[in-house]
Nanobody
Framework: QVQLVESGGGLVQAGGSLRVSCTAS???????MAWYRQAPGKQRELVAS???????YYADSARGRFTISRDNAKNTVFLQMNSLKPEDTAVYYC??????????WGQGTQVTVSS
């Protein structure tokens, strides 16, 4: 099972930007990768996903402000977040869905947006 480590979270003011990264322990070139988030008292929700071929999907809340990308040579997926809002405050989790293999989750990285 691939191990995932998120990084890049932190505290930012509303309107600011942040980029979180997810680095895998081995190749993710054939895996669907996704970012989820979970705010206190709420269910975990999908933010964005990217296919092995680079096709992307965004939740309505992220579309136009967030960009998901991948660097297969570095086994890393990124989530660039712009125009951040206080309601974006959450723990952000990376998920890998490799073909014919178990799904993996990272431990999460905290993103806090102050108003």
């Amino acid at each position: 099972q691939v191990q995932l480590v998120e990084s890049g979270g932190g505290l930012v003011q509303a309107g600011g930007s942040l980029r979180v990264s997810c680095t895998a322990s081995r190749s993710i070139s054939t895996a669907y990768m996704a970012w989820y988030r979970q705010a206190p008292g709420k269910q975990r929700e999908l933010v964005a996903s990217i296919s092995p071929g680079g096709g992307t999907y965004y939740a309505d809340s992220a579309r136009g402000r967030f960009t998901i990308s991948r660097d297969n040579a570095k086994n890393t997926v990124f989530l660039q977040m712009n125009s951040l809002k206080p309601e974006d405050t959450a723990v952000y989790y990376c998920k890998a869905s490799p073909p014919m293999a178990p799904v993996s989750w990272g431990q999460g990285t905290q993103v806090t947006v102050s108003s």
